[in-house]
């Protein structure tokens, strides 16, 4: 290939170092063999202050999760650069860890967002990987290739002539000296079945190697394991009657070459085969290979396990050992090639018939020089890369609205707006808070990974630098909680900065009582609350704004509609099915200052007089999720009614789900002053605000409860028919007729925000 078109590759580690196999298998030997075949030129290192857009065409990050990955592939990404990302783990289980302050898959999943192509080590990992990401990027595989001495002399020459920080430098020299004191004679450990001690092996020469005149050796060499799946040495015991049959049989011992000698020592004192350890490094496994009679590779077929690749089996192959394993779909290719039927039976022949295992063996090692091979390596790689480098081709010129979103009710308001834009061609993105992307019982990052919509996380406190990165690949920003005030100072600081960088900013009344828009009060002035957006669509006509807004706010407001759904989906709630008495829903935001301790007090002994006069109906309790002012606030005395369930939003289900989910199940609402009286009279429902010491023109003509009667006679109400129920809804048409403009909301924001980018949208799905 001429060299203007060898695609320059910068290959981005977690930490340059052999002693990872991802390092070696992913990184290091795709390059040397891309290299040798002159398929590509490329850079492998750990720092990524080394790219530089205009010096490469493509960005290859293997099984790093940082923050700095994130950027680094939005910056390759913003240059127009193909992204690929290597993944070798399951990193779906449970409790995996990584350094990235975020979970695995959420790490993950951001740096995918912004990739062209997505590379697995295995098809089972590959059809994991499917799941999660769906059709939002390819995911293809490509296995690990075949390590010897001659590639790994390659693969050290590559990390060595790296240039790199002097902390990098220093920190490998550590690690080095730290794996020299490891590896002394002294640490050997070695153990029988009675616990007596045996002599450490003699020290192998070329004329005589390890266990030669002695007994047979039965090798197992890997990572120890780790807590998040059941692999590793202590899937030996998979193996334990077949290893325990052999050494009643055989003068036969166990080794293990790992990087845990208490875990080792726990393993052979469960087993009866003699077992000796050593450190694990690639000397140490190139050693014992050499004197094996065989190797074994069980696996416990475990979500995490059953992705691993056959590495393992190809390097013990490579040295003509006859490999016993479990038949895992990845090692099913081999099958004529290694033992995958009965281990003792395996076992046993390695040792009683040597020979016809090694020719076994022999068929094993074809088979990976067939699939596994440095030519096979560096064809599917150069395919990768070519289809990587097409595929950001493609999408140079596309246009992509950020949607912050910071607030557990942010989602609530925004899902409409997100499915308009989609469904109008403008790409989104999502600009999530720290806080909440963590937040036990936030359902915005589930959803947005359901909708494989690309996100990236900041930091609750972003840098300019944070917020410049995560703004780089946005034209207009649509905030839904933007103002001055401390819980909305998330999205104001990203329109300051989108401001700065002329993108269209754009923000939506969050709720019916909106501090800065339709509310005020002694602690928040309408006056003082400043919006940065350039535009400010409302829910209702501007005559529903406060009589304090200013002047210039006042300007920059757009009525729109509501954006949220009058009828969201039916959720399952097993619990409330089966219930055959009707349910009163009471919403709670009690956390806030505009309540007294008066107030608060009324509320709760209008819930306990309306649940012991009412009996027969059920009362749905449902704390703010924010202020789960019952939940978590209150410090008063047990409350235990028969007829009450609180549905606490810190627990299954109800952290999934806010107030209009539950509406299907609902013969009728009652609120604190809240959104929740708007979001009920949309959807149909009979719906009273409690006032009690408060004074409430604003829910004007919905019914107001002043005290436990009126609670009481609301709910019969609500059973009831004829004319005082009629009359109890035409209130609540009335309300939401004076508060919210018809039409679709989301649709008219959507095709407001194309237009200011110069987007003619002729028509949205709705």
């Known amino acids: 290939m001429p060299r203007a078109e060898r695609p320059r590759v910068f290959i981005k580690l977690a930490r340059a170092t052999l002693s990872m196999a991802s390092v070696r298998y992913r990184a290091l030997l795709p390059a040397v063999v891309l290299e040798s075949r002159q398929r590509a030129t490329t850079l492998v290192t750990d720092d990524s202050r080394l790219f530089n857009p205009r010096r490469f065409d493509a960005l290859v990050i293997v099984k790093s999760f940082a923050a700095q990955d994130q950027a680094l592939a939005s910056r390759a990404r913003s240059a127009g650069r193909a992204v690929v990302f290597d993944l070798c783990d399951n990193i779906y289980v449970p409790g995996y860890k990584t350094k990235s302050a975020l979970p695995a898959p959420l790490a993950f999943y951001q740096i995918a967002c912004r990739c062209d192509l997505i590379v697995c080590s295995t098809e089972p990992l590959r059809q994991r990987v499917e799941r999660q990401l769906g059709d939002m990027v390819p995911v293809l595989v490509i296995p690990d290739g075949l390590e010897s001495e001659t590639t790994r002399r390659a693969q050290q020459a590559l990390l060595t002539r790296v240039a790199r920080s002097w902390r990098a430098q220093l920190s490998d020299r550590l690690r080095a000296l730290a794996r020299l004191v490891r590896a002394r004679p002294s640490a050997t450990v070695t153990a029988t079945a009675p616990n007596t001690a045996l002599p450490a092996p003699p020290a192998h020469t070329a004329d005589q190697p390890a266990g030669a005149a002695a007994r047979h050796r039965i090798l197992w060499f890997g990572n120890h394991g780790a807590p998040y799946g059941h692999f590793g040495m202590r899937d030996i015991l998979l193996f334990r009657e077949a290893l325990d049959r052999l050494a009643a049989e055989f003068d036969v011992e166990l080794v293990v070459v790992s990087n845990s000698r208490a875990v080792f020592q726990e393993l052979a004192d469960a087993l009866k085969i003699r077992s000796h350890y050593r450190e694990w490094s690639p000397a140490a496994v190139s050693d014992e290979l050499s004197a094996a009679s065989a190797v074994i590779v069980p696996n416990s077929f475990d979500e995490f396990a059953i992705c691993k690749s056959a590495n393992r089996t190809a390097l013990a192959l490579m040295h003509g050992v006859p490999v016993i394993a479990n038949a895992t779909p990845t090692l099913e290719p081999l099958r004529d090639g290694i033992w995958l039927d009965d281990p003792y039976d395996g076992l046993a022949q390695s040792i009683a018939e040597p020979a016809r295992a090694r020719a076994r063996a022999a068929t094993g090692l074809q088979l990976c020089q067939r699939l596994f091979s440095d030519d096979t390596i560096a064809e599917l790689w150069s395919q990768a890369l070519r289809h990587a480098r097409e595929a950001a081709a493609k999408r140079a010129g596309t246009v992509s609205v950020g949607l912050v979103l910071d607030l557990a009710q942010d989602w609530d308001v925004a899902t409409g707006v997100i499915d308009r834009l989609r469904a109008a061609g403008l790409g989104v993105h999502a600009l999530v808070s720290h806080s909440l992307a963590t937040k036990l019982d936030s359902r915005t990052i589930p959803n947005l990974i359901e909708r494989r919509i690309p996100l990236t996380v900041l930091p609750d406190k972003f840098s300019q630098a944070e917020a410049m990165e995560a703004l780089g690949a946005v034209k207009a920003l649509i905030s839904f909680a933007e103002s001055s005030l401390r819980p909305h100072r998330f999205a104001n600081r990203l329109a300051k900065f989108a401001k700065g960088l002329h993108i269209v900013t754009a923000t939506v009344q969050h709720g019916y009582e909106n501090v800065g828009l339709t509310y005020s009060d002694s602690v928040h002035p309408v006056a003082d609350v400043q919006i940065l957006s350039d535009i400010i669509f409302t829910?209702?006509?501007?005559?529903?704004?406060?009589?304090?807004?200013?002047?210039?706010?006042?300007?920059?407001?757009?009525?729109?509609?509501?954006?949220?759904p009058a009828r969201p989906p039916v959720v399952s709630?097993?619990?409330?099915?089966?219930?055959?008495?009707?349910?009163?829903?009471?919403?709670?935001?009690?956390?806030?200052?505009?309540?007294s301790d008066r107030y608060r007090e009324a509320f709760l002994d209008a819930l306990s007089t309306a649940c012991s006069a009412l009996p027969d109906v059920v009362f749905l309790l449902k704390p703010h999720h924010a202020g789960r002012w019952l939940t978590d606030r209150y410090k008063g005395p047990t409350i235990q009614l028969p007829n009450l369930l609180i549905a606490d939003p810190m627990t299954e289900p109800w952290s999934r789900y806010t107030a209009p989910q539950l509406f299907s199940y609902l013969a009728g609402v009652v609120t604190t002053p809240s959104t929740v009286a708007l979001d009920a009279a949309r959807y149909g429902l009979p719906v009273a605000v409690t006032r009690f010491d408060l004074d409430l023109p604003q829910y004007e003509p919905l019914p107001q409860i002043a005290d436990a009667d009126d609670l009481v006679a609301f709910v019969r109400r609500v059973s009831a028919t004829g004319q005082g129920r009629d009359a109890m809804l035409e209130r609540m048409h009335a309300f939401v007729d004076r508060a919210v403009i018809p039409g679709d909301g989301a649709t008219f924001i959507a095709s407001t925000v194309a237009s200011r980018l110069g987007i003619q949208v002729t028509e949205v799905a709705s």
Do not use: M, S
């Not at 829910?539 to 949220?564: I, Y």
């Open 539 to 564: 829910w209702g006509p501007l005559t529903q704004l406060h009589d304090g807004v200013t002047r210039e706010t006042r300007e920059r407001c757009v009525p729109a509609g509501c954006p949220k």
């Open 573 to 595: 709630l097993p619990e409330l099915e089966r219930e055959a008495r009707p349910v009163i829903g009471l919403f709670e935001n009690l956390h806030w200052h505009r309540y």
